[in-house]
């Protein structure tokens, strides 16, 4: 009975507190306002331990949407986790990482926003290893590394920023423009954004962590973990405009983009690809962010959280449906047999290419023109693009595997739509992932801005997704080649389907060397001569000369008789001598 309330009177308080956050918000939009809430936590003869809050209607829709997105998560997990012994245990550990995001959020003190940033990355290694088995505890212990370097720079971020006289950034951001000292803490803090945002060289532990329960996964992947980074520089949005940072980032989120996009075609783990989609999503938060558009990276960040949670949740119906197995090329025909949940696939796949009218297409879209009517070079231009067909492209491959064709495994005879409680949340964030992106276009901008390209360039996003798509269905489609595609070009195939080789960069090869000059340690110092002249040498010569005094101490006669005869020669050789 507990375990049905615990479900229950989370999601209801969430889901309360959600509603309440996103009236306010609006109202603190309309009036422009920012309320600071100071509470002195302590004060010893004349210093102050502050803990400052900061709302304003950015961090109150953020925590609206993420409360939103928990509150249906926890409510999925009730019958997901069903049969988990610990599904309390879960639950605690669900709504601590939500008050560690919460944290984060209202922070504009860097060492307030430390503590919720430390605490996303300690629960999230305890919901990572949560199925405890030995691939687990490897994604878990790379997420939690990966992660600690973002820890590292956001603290050396603390201790330059002694230089000024206090941690609340807001009070420096018009600074930080022209201060190479806030440059410093700027560039810090993009390395703290990075880590955590999962872009190239840090890329790998994204797809690790889907190790994570699957409503872990959905909450993870839209508004927690990884958009922390993107909030967090959405927030330092100054230090980017027309600057190297600025040019340095949009580079690496353009590759990331480019990178997650192309690997996800190559992908055959159905979650994995959807994180995959994730850090190709990603990518494109960050890359308009570097250009200055703070306000569409901010609208794109909450699109993506509502169609992504869905699409983890779909993917979890059918999961578990076909008894933990994950890998596409076993299954097919979902579409009769699931009707329900495919129906909330499509429109999440649907609104992640990009189609008119649902959440994604208002922020893609908004961002695209952006980028079509701003300077730019013809590569990074290229990476926007050909990024967005790849989208569209692995949506449709994924599609394919999914919904049509025959189904690949008959020992899975009892898939159905038969899991109302994991149906609830998805129709909830179905309404949200159809209605989510107009209403939010609406809220967001007052005044609609002008775009005006021409035609060949306005439809160029159209032209590009459709492209993506057909050629995402050809190419799954096997019946084009009965020679398996991948085969035939296996290194490119193996490159670009181990995210250019990055897992095994940041975990081997880093390693690798330290192991072995650990080895080289070892045996020429503590198992060399040093250890043969030192230590071992000095108990052998102890031993050896113990041993001798334990056998004269013996009391033995024939030691004893001897001895006496020794002495009686030595005294007859002095006798003679003297």
């Known amino acids: 009975m507990w375990v049905i309330s615990i479900c229950f009177i989370s999601f209801i ?22 309320y600071f809430i100071e509470w002195e936590v302590l004060t010893l003869n004349s210093s102050m331990i502050v803990m400052t809050f900061l709302f304003d209607w950015m961090s109150l829709m953020f925590m609206s949407f993420v409360m939103l997105i928990s509150s249906l998560v926890i409510f999925y997990s009730k019958e997901y986790m ?32 430390l503590l919720g940033w430390d605490g996303l990355g300690l629960v999230s290694y305890c919901l990572v290893i949560y199925f ?10 790379l997420t939690a590394l990966s992660n600690r370097i973002g820890d590292v720079a956001l603290l050396m971020g603390i201790a330059w920023m002694l230089n000024f006289g206090g941690w609340s950034y807001v009070f420096y951001l018009e600074m930080m423009k022209s201060d190479f000292e806030m440059m410093v803490v700027g560039g810090l803090v993009v390395l703290a954004a990075m880590t955590k945002s999962a872009q190239i060289p840090f890329s790998s532990w994204l797809p690790a962590a889907m190790a994570a329960p699957t409503p872990v996964s959905a909450l993870v992947h839209s508004s927690t973990l990884v958009t922390a980074g993107v909030y967090l520089l959405i927030r330092f949005n100054f230090l980017l405009v027309n600057s190297w940072l600025g040019q340095f980032l949009l580079l690496v989120s353009g590759l990331t983009m480019f990178m997650a996009g192309l690997g996800a075609n190559y992908e055959f783990d159905l979650k994995k690809i959807i994180a995959l989609s994730t850090l190709s999503q990603l990518g494109l938060m960050m890359s308009i962010l570097s250009m200055g558009f703070y306000k569409l990276a901010f609208f794109h960040l909450l699109t993506h959280a509502l169609f992504k949670a869905l699409l983890f949740m779909c993917a979890g119906a059918v999961i578990h449906n076909m008894k933990n197995s994950q890998d596409i090329r076993t299954m097919g025909n979902f579409i009769i047999m699931m009707p329900l949940t495919c129906g909330c696939l499509n429109v999440a796949n649907l609104a992640l290419c990009g189609m008119p009218f649902l959440a994604g297409f208002y922020s893609k879209d908004l961002i695209l023109e952006t980028v079509s009517l701003s300077f730019l070079n013809t590569f990074t231009f290229f990476l926007y693009f050909f990024s967005t067909g790849l989208t569209v492209c692995y949506s449709f491959r994924l599609v394919y595997y999914l919904m049509t064709g025959a189904f690949n495994s008959s020992v899975f005879n009892s898939v159905g739509d038969e899991s109302w409680i994991m149906l609830k949340s998805m129709l909830g964030l179905l309404f949200m992932a159809i209605i989510g992106g107009a209403m939010l276009s609406w809220v967001m901008f007052l005044t609609p801005e002008m775009i005006c390209l021409p035609v060949y360039l306005k439809l160029l996003t159209l032209v590009v997704c459709i492209l993506g798509g057909v050629s995402g269905y050809w190419i799954a489609c096997i019946n084009l080649n009965y020679i398996n595609k991948s085969l035939l070009y296996y290194l490119f195939t193996w490159y670009v389907g181990s995210m250019w080789f990055m897992p095994s960069i940041s975990t081997l090869y880093i390693i690798n060397f330290p192991l072995k000059l650990g080895g080289l340690t070892l045996k020429s110092f503590d198992q060399g001569w040093s250890e043969f002249f030192g230590g071992q040498m000095i108990y052998s010569k102890l031993m050896s000369s113990s041993l001798m005094l334990q056998n004269f101490q013996n009391n033995n006669l024939k030691i004893y008789l001897l001895s006496f005869m020794a002495w009686i020669f030595v005294m007859l050789l002095l006798e003679l001598i003297f």
Not at 22 to 32: A, P, T
Not at 132 to 141: D, E, L, P, Y
């Open 13 to 34: 308080c969430l889901f309360s507190v959600s509603v309440t956050f996103f009236i306010f918000s609006v109202k603190f939009m309309l009036l422009d306002l920012v």
């Open 132 to 141: 405890q088995n030995v691939k687990s505890f490897n994604a878990g212990m």
């Open 82 to 113: 069903s049969e988990d012994f610990n599904i309390n245990r879960f639950i605690l550990l669900v709504l601590a990482f939500v008050m560690s995001m919460m944290l984060l959020i209202i922070s504009p003190n860097l060492i307030s926003i």
